[in-house]
């Protein structure tokens, strides 16, 4: 559907290095990276609204990288959404279609659009000062949808909401986008909104584009250090040797589910989900258990989580190696953490963790 | 300064400038003399054409100037180019300059060759009536650029970005969003422009002179009553020019707060 070769475009003195993008049809791509990366200057010159140095930009088979942005038949949903206030709700929604002159089944298309989005109550209202920030994004959704857009452009359009309406749009937009099949690109800032939606993400990073993949690859697979970071992936450590698929941090040597293919400086990263607190003689699990030492307990989010400070001489079985002592690894804490431990996991107490070999991601500290 | 004092400083600014405008308009309605009555001197014929050719060559400048006003502000207030800066500047000139530099500037303009032929084969401008237009256009121009300039960078472009993506042209989306969304600058300009324009007695009298029942606009008629002593008809005109600055401020002002709600 949309075919990005080799762009270079530029916001004052902000220049992004060349892209090179592939969306197929009825994708939600996802544009996430750090304030400053590039996403939303990427996101316009796809729009047309850059200046663009090189490269070319295809959608839907037709080459558009100087077509105007009318003619583009794209929509485009930015952050404040721009609601003309000088029209009613029904007028803002059916602008697209009047500009266009395309009015057949314009009101059939207005009800069940508004219908989808639970705002056909707001149809009446004569301005739009006065809706709320929920209703105003929907309705800025709802004016681009009746566009029937070849492509939907996205910018942190629901990034200003409170989280539970932000959440509950959010699963609206990507309900309907799929029930309509339309290509979508969004862009944020904010991991969870990414990994929501996104069928795949694309990474920016110092105006770059780092990686692209799906979300589950791109936690368990970050390109490099800097994704990793981004990402907060947990237990991010420095690899001090690599031998094939054994990998030593801190003097902490586990073993990895393959032999990784990095030259250079390598790092890991071990999702503190996938982490188990385990009785020492478990026989069901053989490799990279280690022993430690609770070192603090953290409750946010709903979720408890250990530090475990990995003991110096911390002999595991299977691949576990012996540690400096430097190696604190967080772990969640499950319901079944406590069934097979006890409720006293507290700050002191020795316990044994086991690091899946599946759960570690190696990966180079810089890529090209 | 004290919360206190800084509401005294306030309160003593804002009944100082409402006295003097009351006091202006007071001073006017309060003269009544005997032989001079200034509202009997209203009906006569020479006043009401005065105020007839004010009130036809004002709007009639303004609106041309709005014609022009309205691509040049948007021009300034859309485009970044080299010298942008310096083109704001000169099209603010007529603004502070003397309205009499303009008269005279405006009769150099018709006494060089180009305006000779217009002169003579197009329409003539001085001591003429188009003469009074073309004065209080320049004046008027110059006000409703600085008005709407201002209107136009209030609006945040996301609006015509919008605008394009549900395919407007560039000149839909300043017709359907823009001009709309800017309706109250447009409204404030173009009364603005009109009342430098009704008001205008230096660029008048200089271009087209004060030919009585030719030329002789409400401000050039006030002045050529004062010179021949005939205060109450010139008070008279000096009344009628400030109610007609009033009702039309006021309606302006209700206008913009009915579109505000």
């Known amino acids: 559907m949309i075919s990005v ?28 990276g750090p304030a400053g990366a590039g996403k939303t ?130 699963h609206q937009f990507r309900a309907l986008q799929q029930e309509l099949g339309l290509t979508a690109i969004y862009v944020t800032h904010s991991l969870g909104e990414a990994a929501a939606v996104a069928d795949r993400i694309a990474v920016l990073i110092d105006a770059g584009l780092v990686q692209l993949s799906t979300p589950e690859r791109l936690f368990r697979e970050p390109r490099d250090l800097r994704v990793a970071r981004f990402l907060q992936l947990d237990n991010l450590y420095a690899v ?17 589910a393959a032999a990784p293919a990095v030259a250079g400086p390598a790092w890991l990263a071990a999702s503190a989900g ?34 475990i400070a990995v003991d110096a001489d911390a002999g595991g079985g299977g691949g576990g190696g012996g540690g400096d002592g430097d190696v604190v690894l967080e772990c969640e804490l499950t319901a079944r953490d406590r069934l097979v431990l006890g409720d006293d996991l507290t700050a002191g107490r020795p316990v044994t963790i086991h690091v899946p070999p599946a759960a570690v991601a190696v990966f180079p500290e810089v890529t090209a | 300064m004290g919360r206190r004092w800084f509401s005294v400083y306030l309160l003593c600014g804002l009944g100082l400038a409402v006295t003097t405008v009351v006091a202006i308009i007071a001073v006017q309605i309060g003269y009544v003399g005997d032989e001079d009555n200034p509202f009997r001197a209203l009906g006569e014929r020479d006043v009401l054409a005065a105020v007839k050719l004010s009130l036809w060559t004002s709007t009639l400048a303004a609106s041309l100037a709005l014609v022009v006003a309205v691509p040049t502000a948007y021009a300034l207030a859309r485009w970044r180019f080299r010298g942008r800066f310096l083109v704001d500047a000169l099209l603010d000139v007529p603004i502070v300059l003397s309205p009499i ?55 945040d472009p996301r609006f015509e970005q919008v605008a394009r993506f549900l395919g407007c042209t560039p000149f839909g989306a300043f017709w359907r969003v823009t001009l709309p969304m800017c309706r109250a600058s447009l409204v404030a300009g173009f009364v603005m422009g009109w009342s430098r324009a009704i008001g205008d007695f230096g660029a008048t009298v200089t271009i087209a002179g004060s030919v009585a029942n030719k030329t002789e606009t409400i401000p050039v008629a006030i002045y050529n009553n004062l010179s021949t002593v005939k205060i109450g008809k010139a008070l008279g005109l000096a009344i009628l020019l400030t109610m007609i600055a009033f009702v039309v401020l006021t309606v302006v002002r209700v206008f913009g707060a009915r579109r505000e709600r």
């Not at chain 1, 070769?5 to 791509?29: I, K, Q, T, W």
């Not at chain 2, 003579?120 to 121009?141: D, K, N």
């Open chain 1, 274 to 307: 996938d982490l188990m607190l385990v009785h020492p003689g478990d026989p069901a699990v053989a490799t990279n258990l280690l022993r430690g030492t609770i070192a603090g307990l953290d409750r946010r989010h709903g979720h408890s989580r250990a530090r």
């Open chain 1, 41 to 170: 200057v990427l996101l316009e010159a796809l729009l047309g609204m850059r200046p663009i140095h090189a490269g070319a930009i295809v959608i839907d088979g037709r080459a558009v990288t100087t077509t105007p942005p009318e003619q583009r038949h794209v929509a485009y949903m930015p952050q404040d959404v721009a609601l003309f206030p000088h029209l009613s709700v029904r007028a803002n929604i059916e602008f697209g279609r009047r500009v266009r002159g395309q009015h057949a089944g314009l009101a059939a298309d207005v009800d069940r659009i508004v219908e989808s989005l639970g705002i056909a109550r707001l149809l009446a209202r004569p301005g739009v000062r006065s809706l709320s920030g929920g209703e105003a994004q929907r309705v800025a959704l709802a004016r681009a949808l009746v566009t029937r857009p070849r492509v939907l452009f996205l910018d942190e359009s629901f990034s200003a909401l409170d989280a539970h309406i932000r959440q509950r749009l959010l």
């Open chain 2, 101 to 155: 530099v303009i008269g005279i500037s405006l009769i150099l303009v018709f006494r060089s060759t180009p305006g000779q032929w217009i002169e003579h084969h197009v329409v003539r401008f001085v001591f003429e009536v188009p003469g009074i237009v073309i004065a209080q256009f320049v004046l008027s121009l110059a006000m409703q650029v600085r008005v709407l300039k201002a209107g136009f960078e209030d609006l």
């Open chain 1, 240 to 256: 001090g040797a690599l031998d094939g698929a054994q990998a030593t941090i801190g003097g902490v040597r586990l073993t990895l």
């Open chain 1, 5 to 32: 070769r080799g762009l270079v475009a530029s916001s004052g003195p902000f220049r992004l290095r060349p892209v090179d993008l592939e969306v197929g049809a009825g994708e939600l791509l996802v544009l996430l």
